[in-house]
């Protein structure tokens, strides 16, 4: 016999495999009950993610343009430390430790795609982080920086990242990171989302006048 005559005969008997196998499957119930086990399944699970994917988004407070996501406010403890006090709309005001010259607070943000999207519904964002920075390099080189979490822990798994790394077909997620600003004692700003990310304003005088000083 050939070397051909091989796959000849290994492909034939593949066939008689498949035709047994196909005479078996349309002879019993058993295939059926499995989809229909599988089907069931399958919709369990999704039940089980798109309800905790709400529970995640519960989390997130509605954004509008130009709208204040927060105000901060700041008193000395020593040199180069403060009090940070954030004021969010329908939150109980949180106070941070903050060692440094400078603070900066970011963003998650998050907008709807697909059929939501044309639903015109409102994206919403979560504070992110607070953190205090030094001016000098010497300082930042030699003295620990402070940095405080402020998102909530996610329920199950994190929309928001899912969505960063590509895995969700309702959402996009963005990165809002604010402008520097400097600490000072009795210094009020405002936190709000511009086109161009967040927008960091001072609302007192002593916030501005640190500001005039720091430029």
Known sequence: MGFDTAPLIIIAFCLLMVIVASVVLLRTQWLLQWLKGSAGLLLIALA???SLFSLNLFSYQPLSHEAPLVTVSFRTLAPQSYIAT??????????YQLDGDLWRVDARVIRWKGAFALLGLQ??????????????????????PSEHRISRPAIGFD?????????????KADYGMGNIMPMADGAIYEVTLGNTGLITRPLNGAAQDALKRWE
Do not use: C, H
């Open 123 to 144: 994206p919403g964002y979560q504070l992110e982080r607070i953190q205090g920075r030094y001016l000098t390099l010497e300082d930042e080189r030699s003295k620990e």
């Open 48 to 50: 089980v993610y798109f």
């Open 159 to 171: 929309v928001w990242q899912n969505a960063r790394s590509g895995w969700s077909m309702m959402i």
């Open 86 to 95: 954030l004021s969010q709309p329908g939150y109980d005001s949180v106070d």
